[in-house]
């Protein structure tokens, strides 16, 4: 569905963006929570004095479908995604690259894609979204690495959504290996302009004490925080969601393969999350920095030049140690 012809400029486009994604937050969610005061920036955080709400009192995000609300702290954690609001300001189709294990266009998975779709222009109206799979079954995050490079170059996304972690886990990959392999990737991405949102590892009883395999979770966490890219918390809201029910079976196939319902609640998180990043604001510090670069180009080039850092406050998270620096294509 295209913009209307007669729609106003873009900071009136802007604002109606925001109205709209506004009604999707959950009226009985509370804008005191820690996960949403330093995403969200919609309200400030109460005095010290007082008491914040307790994991179990947290309101579900009503949002969602009754068999997928989860609180929001279990849900996603959110960044800006400057390429996504840049196609609603051209008022142009957004194009979404889905990649990992359950875009691999197999069995109840191949429905997916148009799940995901779906749920995108239900949350943006007016807006036309188009989501393409290119998943394999089986695939690592080295192997999804590599074949970016020329996904991109043909689709030209705006948004890339990668559920990850999961194949690396069961294939026992090394958990440094699979970190800077997944790092490379993000920053690849995102030298070229495109949005990225993670999603990571699934949830299963069987694994829930598993050391291994809950690190390669934290792995994945790890990265979106450093990189300050969205994460859906595919891990902690089927967990979530599990302990709703008396079996993980809702949700989860065989073989680590989410059913019709996992993937429609999945569908429904990663447009949660997208939504919500949307309408995160641009960074104060960067419009300075750009108002600086206008009044004294030539300066801030010499005095920029080959020093940019990232700054830990940025992402909401301090820093536990340097940030690799972008690797070139």
């Known amino acids: 569905m295209a913009f209307p012809q007669t729609a106003a400029d873009a900071k009136g486009t ?3 963006l925001v109205r709209r994604l506004a009604v999707l937050l959950p009226l009985g969610l509370s804008l005191a929570s820690p996960a949403l005061s330093e995403t969200l920036g919609a309200a400030p955080m109460p005095a010290a004095s007082t008491p914040l709400p307790s994991p179990a009192a947290e309101a579900l995000d009503q949002s969602l479908s009754p068999e997928c609300r989860v609180p929001g702290s279990k849900l996603y954690t959110l960044a800006r995604l400057k390429a996504v609001k840049a196609a609603l300001k051209e008022k142009r189709p957004i194009r979404v690259l889905s990649i990992g294990s359950s875009s691999a266009g197999l069995g109840a998975s191949a429905s997916y894609p148009v799940k995901l779709e779906n749920a995108l222009e239900q949350a943006l109206p007016d807006v036309q979204v188009e989501v393409e799979a290119r998943g394999l079954p089986g ?3 080295s192997g999804a690495g590599e074949r970016l490079r020329s996904m991109v170059a043909e689709m030209e996304p705006d948004l890339v959504v990668w559920q990850v972690g999961t194949n690396d886990a069961l294939a026992r990959v090394g958990i440094e290996a699979f970190g800077e392999a997944l790092d490379e990737s993000v920053q690849w991405v995102k ?3 495109i949005d990225i949102v993670l999603i990571d590892p699934v949830f299963t009883e069987s694994l829930a004490d598993d050391a291994y395999y809950t690190q390669m979770v934290r792995t994945v966490q790890e990265v979106a ?3 300050a890219v969205p994460l859906v918390h595919r891990y902690a809201a089927m967990r979530f969601l599990s302990t709703q029910r008396t079996t993980e079976a809702h949700m989860l196939g065989r073989h680590f393969r989410l059913n019709d319902l996992g993937l429609r609640c999945m569908a ?9 990043s ?3 604001p641009e960074a104060a510090k960067d419009a300075g ?5 206008k009044t004294d180009a030539v300066k801030t080039d010499h005095a920029t030049s080959g020093t940019a850092k990232t700054d830990p406050a940025q992402t909401g998270t301090s820093s536990t140690g340097p ?4 690797k070139q294509p």
Request: aromatic fraction near 0%; hydrophobic fraction near 35%.
């Open 14 to 16: 802007r604002r109606r």
């Open 139 to 141: 695939e690592v995050a």
């Open 191 to 193: 030298s070229h302009g």
């Open 225 to 227: 925080r450093r990189e």
């Open 268 to 276: 429904e998180h990663a447009t949660r999350a997208i939504t919500l």
């Open 278 to 280: 949307l309408l995160q």
């Open 289 to 293: 920095k750009a108002d600086a670069g």
């Open 323 to 326: 940030t690799p620096a972008p």
